[in-house]
């Protein structure tokens, strides 16, 4: 890094696999060199490739590319199929003011870098979320922040549980100062308790309104982990490492609450909707007795997360997840299933416990501040102009 240069940002790209579109990644990152050079930010990339030797994903890329010094190469062999392990070694490897994690088949739009460096340095931000763009080209409703769009966001307030992975722009040493970590030897889950240390103990959290984007795509094919459906237990490995940390526990009750309810509500329920939706053969195989203790034991552990109770959770997640504890095979899980899905709005927006219908968690108190959301802009980030076709055709 030149003299000149006071601070780095490092993106770092976990590979496994020479199909994945790297080079339209790398384009997008080394695009924003010369904008952040001349706001004196260094901005290097460093590709880990993970279980696969760096001669083969080099080979997929131009020369350009291949040998650019601004990327670093750095291997990780650890035989597991999950970007732990491989995100872990480039944090630890890397002397960077900043980190950004990227997927290989994602990218980030044009001015992003700059735009939440200039968030980060304006609040002193340990964290800057990523304005995060679907694929379809909407930008995701989440965390769940304040019509207000304030300039620190409140872990409770904004809903900061509901942005389940970190992207965006991380500070290194507020990421080693909370103990930021991906939790290793499991496959999918395994950055929900490290963006959750970082959202409510990280530091300061920003967000960069009407910023570029972090962009998703649909390109990484049928070798995406989480695609896969497999025995419930496994599913929620992640939770038994959260419970089990020493922060959760000493949280104060309403933090802890405001983290059970969105893991119930998106990896609970989305896990109970997924098998009970399956049709054909295998859909007998995604429900087994084993299933519904692992669901009972999950249920247990996100109530007694909560102090005991959610009030907020709706009538009609409330009623399927108590019907998923008494399913015993999956024909039972499909009928609750069935019904979740054909409830109607009332059971929608009322809650379990009558008192929190419009308790700041509730689906009523949601729906209204998404209004008041739309109304202010929360989430309006301009299109990034068309990619280049050469730039589109790379892979």
Known sequence: MSQSMSQSIEVVIPVHDPARPLE??????????????????????????????????????????????????????????????PRNAALDNSSATFLSFLDSDDYLEPGSLAAWWKAAVAQGAAAVIAPLRTPEGSILRSPRIRPSKPAVLDAVKDGLAY?????????????????????????????????????????????????????????????????????????????????????????????????????????????????????????????????????????????????????????????????????QDQQQLRDAVVLHKKSGRKEELLTDKFCSLVSGDSVVRHYMNERLRSRSGVYDSPLPAPVAKEQRDTH
């Open 163 to 327: 942005r389940s992975v970190p992207y965006g722009l991380l500070r290194r040493s507020a990421l080693l100062a909370c103990g930021f970590r991906y939790a290793e030897g499991i496959e999918i889950g395994e950055d929900l308790e490290a963006a959750l240390r970082l959202w409510f103990r990280g530091g300061r959290i920003s967000y960069p309104y009407s910023s570029p984007a972090y962009h998703q795509t649909d390109a990484s094919g049928g070798t995406r982990v989480t695609s896969a459906i497999r025995p419930l237990a496994e599913e929620f490995l992640w939770l038994d490492a959260l419970v089990g940390t020493v922060w959760i526990h000493s949280a104060p009750k309403q933090e802890r609450r405001a983290i059970a309810l969105k893991l119930l509500r998106v990896h609970g329920i989305g896990a109970l909707v997924r098998r009970g939706s399956m049709s054909g053969p295998l859909a007998a195989t995604v429900w087994s007795e084993a299933d519904g203790a692992a669901w009972k034991s999950a249920h247990q552990q996100l109530l007694e997360l909560a102090g005991g109770s959610l009030p907020a959770l709706s009538r009609r997640d409330a009623t399927l997840c108590r019907a998923a504890a008494k399913a």
């Open 24 to 85: 339209r990644g790398l384009v997008s990152i080394l695009g924003q060199r010369a904008e952040l050079s001349a706001l004196g930010v260094d901005l290097r990339t460093t590709v880990v490739c993970h279980n696969i030797a760096i001669a083969d994903i080099k080979a997929g890329l131009s020369s350009e590319h291949a040998t650019n010094d601004a990327v670093t190469w750095l291997g990780h062999a650890d035989g597991i199929n999950s970007p732990a392990g």
